[in-house]
């Protein structure tokens, strides 16, 4: 088959992209390097929890417009779209791990040809789609292809989409096209007009680039700030969930509602780009990334200063380990970093409740830690101490009379509201 659109990874942000580029009439190849991925895919189902993303995918093969296999194949655009997760050096400095974009680059250097389009979707440093064609250069040469990286055309265009509405924003959502000559942003503007209704903007790569971090920083220190403020009221008595109520009242407030920390794969990581790429510079950055990392030890601090008034082993259900409400998605959850934090004491004995997975993660799997996952109705009726991370609808529910007799540590604020 001729594709026009090769997608490198399957997960949150590529198979939803390739899907519906899939549902427009485009022929369309989904890659990943995990054959039982690739495998769902190919027969119709999906891997990842998302609405309505099950039947798009399933009309998008059904149609024969989308395939998956384990490597690239020719294609008119290739668009990058794999994990860039960051890695912890000394003095807990976060730095950013690429290894898998250059990884993708560079396994397009047997399949590209001349005039091709790439574009890269994984949220990136500023520099990173130059690094691309970087990459893939040395690659076409290691190989003796029979031409250079500057035969082909390069862009980044970051996507803006939140978990379980992604299908609706990646249509309804403006877009940036930056590439790193005009000629690139054009094509990849008219690329992503096949489905986009919302406006394309277009710009250079590094400002495309910088523009998705600044995106990310913005919300990080306005979450901070509420998560400061949290800290602040508990120590002087006051109701943080009043206080943000009566001062949003004002007509230029809107503070954001404080909770366990800050998760998923943009929020909890795009900021430490930034602060790598201008540490110096980048304060109020740092301190907000700062704050909102520790705010899981405070957390923990305080169930453990709960378990340890009942003077008995203590029995915690940790309720959702999502990053976000009524997701499958725990990427950089701080519920997942808390009930793993929790689950190190051999005092405790940990119950977690999160009703959109099916298996505890790695994290929570390995040895020693002591938790379990157990449906909503077993924590009810064994924890002693109930410990709220995640807004989950099916927890919104409950009425709070469940609690009573209980322990609650609400970190979201459900039954304050």
């Not at 384990?70 to 400095?93: D, L």
């Not at 094509?187 to 710009?203: D, G, H, M, P, V």
């Not at 910088?210 to 990080?220: G, I, Q």
């Not at 099916?358 to 077993?378: F, H, I």
């Amino acid at each position: 088959m001729n594709y026009e659109i090769c997608v490198l990874g399957l997960g949150y942000i590529g198979l939803p992209t390739c899907s519906i580029f899939a549902t427009k009439g485009k022929k369309v190849l989904g890659v990943d390097v995990v054959p039982s991925v690739v495998e769902t895919i190919n027969e119709g189902r999906i891997h990842i929890e998302e609405p309505e993303l099950d039947m798009l995918v399933r009309a998008a093969v059904q149609s024969g417009n989308l395939r998956a296999a384990v490597k690239p194949q020719p294609a008119s655009t290739f668009i990058i779209a794999v994990p860039t997760p960051f890695t912890v050096a000394e003095n807990n400095r976060k730095l950013p791990d690429l290894s898998f974009v250059e990884a993708a680059a560079r396994s397009l250097a047997e399949v590209v040809e001349p005039d091709n389009l790439i574009v890269l979707e994984s949220t990136s440093p500023v520099g990173t789609t130059e690094r691309v064609r970087d990459w893939l250069g040395d690659a076409l040469k290691k190989l003796g292809r029979p031409f250079s990286a500057d035969a082909l055309l390069y862009a980044h265009c970051p996507e803006r989409i939140l978990p379980g509405q992604m299908l609706k924003e990646l249509v309804s959502n403006d877009r940036i096209a930056g590439g790193l000559t005009p000629e690139a942003s054009a094509r990849a503007k008219s690329l992503y007009q096949s489905f986009c209704a919302a406006e394309i903007f277009i710009t250079d790569a590094r400002t495309a680039e910088m523009a998705k971090l600044t995106e990310n920083a913005f919300r990080d220190v306005n979450i901070a700030f509420a998560n400061e403020l949290s800290l602040i009221c508990e120590r002087i008595g006051v109701d943080v969930w009043e206080l943000i109520r009566l001062a949003n009242r004002h007509p230029r407030v809107k503070i954001l509602q404080p909770g366990p920390g800050v998760g998923g794969h943009c929020i909890a990581v795009d900021p430490w780009f930034i602060v790598d790429a201008a540490p110096e510079e980048a304060r109020v950055i740092r301190t907000a990334r700062e704050v909102n990392d520790s705010k899981p030890h405070h957390v923990v601090a305080k169930v453990k200063a709960a378990a340890a008034r009942l003077g008995r082993k203590t029995v915690v259900a940790c309720l959702g380990l999502a990053f976000k409400a009524d997701v499958d998605d725990l990427r950089e959850s701080p519920a997942v970093e808390i009930t793993a934090e929790l689950a190190d004491d051999s005092t405790l004995r940990v119950l977690a409740v999160e009703p959109h997975v099916r298996v505890l993660p790695k994290q929570l799997a390995s040895t020693g830690k002591n938790v379990e996952l157990v449906s909503l109705e077993t924590a009810l009726a064994q924890a002693d101490v109930f410990l709220l991370l995640v807004d989950h609808k099916v927890f919104r529910a409950l009425p709070p009379e469940t609690f009573t007799g209980k322990h609650l540590i609400d970190t979201r604020g459900i039954f304050k509201k």
